[in-house]
């Protein structure tokens, strides 16, 4: 079933953290197996932030070994970045397993993220100017304790909560996906795309690369491609429309815009509303209500809208 929420402020900061964890706790009953944030903050010229993992939460059952293995692959990232240029200005331990690093690098920003990514057990969750990728296992507010999301000052983000239906039960199969190696682009989905292998299969032959086996993470590829070869964030939105089949409703979004697509059926729900000094948006109306507590007006999208907002 999952559920996706997003929301963009137009007039400046706020606190996105602790807004989008409202929001996706609300939605907990749409989906208990994990929750992901795409959230922006604000960037800072020339310094990426690295979000990135060297193992599953389920591995720490293993037994002791995995701890020194952990510490190993840690070691290994620190010195690929180092060797690459990359200057690491502050490390942040989230979890045993998960770290956020402040970067300064102005090299091939692939180059460094396949070197980091050919270490054994390490992904990386997202690299942005702004965007700041988590996800885990256990619902929202679990999520945001754990990675101290609650006072995170942003303008916009996106987030779900995850019901597995046709992929494990791990941080790599949970929502949202960067799309790798691009910079600031995350996406959120609820649906099934029936063309995925077609369209994945078409893009890897375009040198694109997946790090997943859920098709969601192929909306985050798409868009990135489109975006890369100069369409705008709409016209890759409806493009997707005329393009991949299936039925979803998705969240997009860019360093400032937040994107949303609906497919021909309009099969999944989305509930909208709109200020003029914020935009919230949910499967569910409930999220909506959990970060605006005085009586509002929402609307439900038609089949085939597509909308993009502006921070």
Same mark, same amino acid.
């Given at each position: ?10 007039? &400046?900061?706020?606190?996105?953290? =602790?807004?989008? *964890? ?69 490390? !942040?331990?989230? *979890?045993?397993?998960?770290? +956020?690093? =402040? ?5 091939? /920003?692939?180059? /460094?993220?396949? +070197? ?21 296992? &256990? ?13 995170? =000052? ?47 299969? =078409? ?11 859920? !098709? ?6 798409? *868009?990135?491609?489109? /975006? ?10 409806? +493009?997707?429309?005329?393009?991949? !089949? ?11 815009? /937040? &994107? ?52």
């Amino acid at each position: 079933m999952c559920g996706i929420a997003g929301l963009i402020h137009r007039k &400046g900061t706020s606190n996105v953290g =602790q807004e989008m *964890t409202n929001m996706l706790q609300s939605l907990k009953h749409r989906g208990p197996d994990s929750t992901g944030y795409a959230i922006y903050g604000e960037p800072k010229k020339g310094e990426y932030i690295l979000r990135f993992k060297v193992a599953e939460q389920e591995e720490l059952d293993t037994g002791s070994k995995i701890h020194d293995e952990i510490k190993a692959r840690r070691a290994a990232v620190d010195e690929v970045l180092k060797d690459n240029g990359a200057k690491v200005v502050k490390k !942040d331990e989230a *979890t045993e397993y998960s770290f +956020r690093y =402040q970067v300064e690098f102005d090299g091939d /920003l692939k180059k /460094l993220a396949d +070197r980091v990514e050919e270490i054994e057990g390490a992904e990386i969750l997202s690299i942005g100017n702004s965007l700041e990728l988590i996800k885990d296992l &256990g619902d929202a507010a679990v999520v945001s304790e754990a990675y101290g999301l609650h006072n995170f =000052q942003g303008t916009h983000g996106i987030g779900h909560t995850r019901m597995a239906t046709e992929s494990d039960v791990d941080i790599r199969s949970a929502h949202p996906y960067w799309a790798y190696p691009y910079n600031d682009i995350a996406v959120v989905h609820n649906g099934q795309l029936t063309n995925y292998w077609l369209m994945r299969r =078409q893009l890897e032959r375009e040198g694109q690369r997946f790090v997943s086996s859920c !098709d969601s993470e192929l909306l985050a590829v798409y *868009t990135a491609t489109n /975006l890369e070869k100069g369409m705008t964030l709409e016209e890759s939105l409806k +493009r997707s429309i005329e393009e991949i !089949d299936g039925v979803f409703t998705y969240l997009v979004t860019t360093t400032d815009q /937040l &994107g949303m697509a609906k497919d021909t059926m309009a099969a999944k729900p989305m509930v909208l509303y709109e200020s003029d000094d914020m935009v919230a948006l949910a499967s569910e109306e409930v999220a909506i209500r959990a970060i605006i507590p005085h009586e509002i007006d929402t609307y439900d999208p038609y089949d085939e809208e597509v909308r993009v907002w502006q921070a």
